[in-house]
């Protein structure tokens, strides 16, 4: 207990000992004096503001880079092994995998001064003058073919310099403009007067295709069991992409009311035909072959068949490398349905 106390005691001393600056609800602790507020407060904003004055251009900027950052971001600011990269991923933010820079994806130039200058080098922050942070801006900016490197960088040119993905962020209103919408009873029941199909499950490749139908017998059989088939709405935005597509195709094929066979066969109404029975065109054996063995173009099939007509099918006539995104695959089986 004597311990305890005299922990409490020795505290309460060195606390008191600035005693000028104590205050506060519990007496702790003392105002900030205006020089380390100072330290402190260097943040930039977008507009320039809270810059400080200095200047500096890319070539003094290399060499500082080379001496400070090099060892982890590369001497071009391509980046070593894991460190991150500084330059490059032009048009990359769309990617699967994209490449976010100070180039491709910064939108404010503030915040690269800021950063640089509160966290970097690496386990040696707080270390750069401001000129010397200017200059690295600048070399940063020159590594990803931003600025000339007789620009030279300060509070005054700040504002010359274009990031490219400045229009890339929006401000989030949904608050405002959304979140309304969706609090109050949800309906649960004949909530809209008549619906509209936008989209089929086929197309999310959720729902197996008919398969089978390949005689006429069971074609009626199940034509009497099933109920009619959901009428078809096509995608009208896919529709649009399978046409563009479709550029890779017209050198042999013809689609439409008044096609005619070419090097390919005519592919109107193609989707759920059965294969190899175009009037009038002369198949490879092995279409032949894959025809009498029942093969019918259901939009799984097609689907394999563009993806890699030799691998699906050997001894195709069909000289074409293939549609490898499937992406590509539904839009073209899409385009193949819209056409009468
Ligand atoms: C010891 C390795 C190291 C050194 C040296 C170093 N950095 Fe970094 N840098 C990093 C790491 C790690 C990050 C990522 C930090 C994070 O995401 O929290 C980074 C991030 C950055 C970024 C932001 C990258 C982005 O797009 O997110 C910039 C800009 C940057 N550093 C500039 C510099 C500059 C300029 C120097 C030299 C003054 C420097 N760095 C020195 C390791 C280093
Ligand atoms: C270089 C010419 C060529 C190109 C390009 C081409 N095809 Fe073909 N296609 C053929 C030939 C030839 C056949 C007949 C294959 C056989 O008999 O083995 C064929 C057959 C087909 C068949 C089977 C038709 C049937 O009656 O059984 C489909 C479906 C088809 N092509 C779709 C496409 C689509 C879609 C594209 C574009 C993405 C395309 N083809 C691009 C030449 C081509």
Redesign the pocket.
């Known amino acids: 207990m004597l311990k305890y106390l005299n922990f409490i005691g020795a505290t309460a001393l060195i606390l008191a000992a600035p005693s000028a600056y104590a205050g506060g609800k519990h007496g702790l602790g003392r105002s900030a004096l205006p020089e380390e507020i100072a330290a402190w407060d260097g943040d930039v904003s977008p507009n320039g503001k809270g810059l400080p004055a200095g200047s500096g251009d890319a070539l003094v900027g290399e060499e500082i880079f080379a001496d400070k950052c090099a060892s982890c971001h590369g001497d071009f600011a391509e980046g070593i092994d894991n460190w991150p990269k500084l330059a490059g991923g032009i048009d990359t933010l769309d990617h699967d995998d994209p490449l976010k820079t100070v180039g491709s994806y910064w939108p404010y130039l503030s915040t690269t001064f800021d950063y640089v200058k509160r966290s970097m080098p690496f386990g040696n922050a707080g270390t750069l003058t401001d000129d010397e942070t200017y200059a690295l801006v600048a070399y940063i900016l020159y590594s990803n073919d931003m600025i000339e490197d007789d620009f030279v960088l300060s509070k005054e040119t700040f504002s010359d310099v274009a990031m490219r993905n400045a229009d890339g962020f929006i401000i989030d209103d949904r608050a405002e403009t959304e979140y309304a919408k969706w609090t109050g009873e949800p309906c649960m029941q004949n909530c809209k007067d008549d619906v509209k199909v936008t989209m089929r499950a086929m197309v999310l490749d959720v729902t197996p295709s008919e398969t089978g139908i390949d005689t006429p017998a069971a074609a009626e059989e199940t034509s009497q069991e099933e109920a009619p088939a959901a009428v078809e709405v096509l995608d009208a935005e896919l529709v649009e992409k399978g046409k563009k597509?479709?550029k890779?195709?017209?050198?042999?094929?013809q689609i439409g009311a008044k096609a005619k066979n070419k090097?390919?066969?005519?592919?109107t109404g193609?989707i759920g035909?059965p294969?190899?029975?175009?009037d009038g065109?002369?198949?490879?054996k092995?279409?032949?072959a894959a025809?009498e063995g029942g093969l019918v173009?259901t939009e799984e099939q097609?689907a394999a068949?563009?993806a890699k007509?030799k691998a699906y099918?050997k001894?195709?006539?069909?000289?074409?490398a293939g549609?490898k995104k499937e992406q590509d695959q539904l839009a073209?089986i899409e385009y193949?349905k819209s056409v009468e």
Request: charged content about 10%; proline content about 5%.
């Open positions: 597509i479709f890779k195709c017209k050198s042999c094929h090097t390919g066969p005519i592919l193609i035909s294969a190899g029975v175009v065109f002369k198949y490879s092995s279409m032949k025809a173009w097609i068949f563009l007509p099918l001894g195709t006539k069909m000289s074409f549609l073209i193949l």
